[in-house]
């Protein structure tokens, strides 16, 4: 592959998603590769905000109902705009909670043990949070976790091998819960196999969607998946501690939820207040609480730009940069003790590349006084996440530079190698 400066410069000058990157707002002197930990403000999501909160103050307690975005209905409106991302339609999908919160709830309303069926199935290289969600619902059950959660090995300490996840269904798991893109390499399953080896073992199986939702397309429903849940924070660019989403595949619809609450509600029932829950017949069923009007707020404007942008031209321009970066790797930091731990495929690879150096902790910090923006993941890892909606391929070839310098000069030496209290 061309490496020049000038190559990277006449593929921004083609790019049909560049018009976008004056949506947001960009930091300043500084190349910003983190969007896949947290994406970017837009400017149509700092509207939207400022609209909900002029519905408060125009409407008071009639903004649950008046105003352009109706309060007790926006979950279901936001969810809808999850459709075209996830492969799903709409009323199997909500806008709601977090992403650990949504993982307590799926789990409280599928995991259902019964004779030898009592075991919960993941993988060690999963986010903790999963984990620590999983453990928590095998104790509420009576369940010893170091007993009754099965966590798939991986040989390199990076991927996951698809064979090893259908060879781990043995016939006492009762649910699977994996990533649909690993949090550090950006490895993407094969989720549509993984669901049809489940399904034939009787397994329930769901995926955590965070750092796959807004960067590959999904069809979660052609592949009937029986759920999914994903935070809205990273490629979707609805902020710090925006509202989560939920996919609940059709054939699960009209069940009671695991965790009822009043939001379950069908909309009709909800203020009859009667002391039996009517469950909502679609994936609102799967709410708890009050939606967090102003934590929603972001999403109307942020899925608005998916939307128009589409995801699956979001994905084309990712591979393309994913791809580019990685020819620059190895050209310019070859002898650098470098390693991409990062699948080379398309099929296999998310929308970040994972570097791994045994001074990670410092380079990023180097990295960071040159105003390129990485993240750092323990123990030895630079994630890397060119977002195809505001960063270019020049972006790319000059963070490359950048850091081949911090190499040259030892620069990263001046730093600890440890990470910082947010890595």
Not at 148 to 164: A, F, I, P, R
Request: with cysteine; hydrophobic share 40%.
């Amino acid at each position: 592959m061309n490496t020049s400066k000038e190559y990277a410069i006449s593929l921004d000058k083609l790019d049909i998603l560049k018009h976008f990157k004056d949506e947001f707002y960009v930091p300043r002197d500084k190349i910003y590769l983190d969007g896949n930990s947290l994406g970017l403000l837009s400017k149509r999501s700092e509207k939207a905000v400022i609209e909900i909160l002029n519905a408060w103050k125009q409407y008071a307690i009639d903004g649950w109902t008046e105003g352009n975005y109706p309060w007790f209905y926006l979950s279901e409106e936001i969810g809808k705009l999850f459709a075209s991302l996830v492969g799903a339609k709409p009323e199997e999908l909500i806008a709601t909670g977090s992403t650990t919160t949504n993982l307590h709830q799926l789990l409280a309303s599928f995991y259902h043990p019964n004779g030898r069926k009592t075991k919960i199935l993941a993988d060690e290289l999963n986010f903790p949070s999963d984990i620590y969600a999983i453990k928590s619902q095998l104790k509420l059950k009576g369940y010893a976790p170091d007993e009754h959660l099965v966590q798939v090995s991986s040989k390199d300490g990076n991927t996951l091998q698809t064979d090893d996840i259908i060879q781990a269904m043995t016939e006492d798991i009762a649910i699977a819960i994996l990533p649909g893109v690993l949090y550090r390499s950006g490895q993407i399953l094969d989720i549509e196999k993984i669901t049809k080896a489940a399904h034939e073992r009787g397994i329930i199986v769901g995926f955590d969607l965070c750092h796959s939702i807004g960067s590959i397309p999904h069809k979660l429903g052609k592949w009937e998946v029986d759920f999914a849940f994903w935070c809205t924070y990273k490629h979707l660019n609805g902020g710090p501690g925006s509202v989560a989403g939920i996919y609940v595949n059709e054939k699960h619809l009209g069940r009671e939820p695991g965790l009822a609450g009043w939001f379950s509600s069908a909309k009709d029932k909800q203020f009859d207040l009667e002391h039996d829950l009517t469950p909502a017949h679609h994936a609102g069923a799967f709410q708890i609480g009050t939606p967090h009007l102003l934590s929603l707020a972001p999403l109307i404007g942020s899925l608005e730009i998916f939307q128009e942008a589409t995801i699956e031209s979001i994905r084309t321009k990712s591979l393309q940069l994913t791809d580019y970066l990685m020819a620059l790797i190895e050209k310019e930091l070859h002898g650098y003790s470098f390693e991409i731990a990062s699948p080379v495929d398309h099929a296999s690879r998310g929308g970040h590349v994972y570097l791994t150096h045994p001074s990670a902790a410092s380079i990023c910090k180097a990295l960071k006084n040159n105003g390129i923006i990485p993240d750092f993941r323990a123990p030895n890892g630079i994630r890397l996440a060119p977002v195809a909606l505001y960063n270019t391929f020049e972006d790319v070839w000059q963070s490359v530079q950048i850091l081949k310098e911090i190499m040259e000069d030892k620069q990263y030496k001046q730093y600890e190698n440890k990470r910082g209290v947010i890595a």
